[in-house]
């Protein structure tokens, strides 16, 4: 269950950082528009956080980057499938 919710983790923080690059944003300006730190968006967006990101904080990133939450939590079959695989490195 663990390997599976790592994974959910860095597929949610990979699209926080593609919305994010996609519109110009630098993370920096995302971290201060959400009221959190630089570094804690960083954590995110690498899936590299210890503890579940709070829907409350998905919600105003997604605002912020004027998209629907709910592109965060959709997973297609290959994104999926990577659920079931190590993480590199491991």
Sequence with gaps: MKLKRDAVFRQVGAKIMYYRTVQGMKQNDLAKKAHISQSSLS????????????????????????????????????????????????
Excluded: C, M, V
């Excluded at 954590?43 to 592109?71: C, P, R, V």
């Design 43 to 90: 954590k995110i967006e690498n899936g590299h956080y210890d503890s579940a990101i709070s829907l409350d904080l998905l919600l105003d990133l997604a605002e912020i980057l004027n998209i629907d939450f709910t592109l965060f939590l959709t997973f297609n079959e290959t994104e999926q499938r990577q659920w079931h695989t190590a993480p590199p490195g491991k």
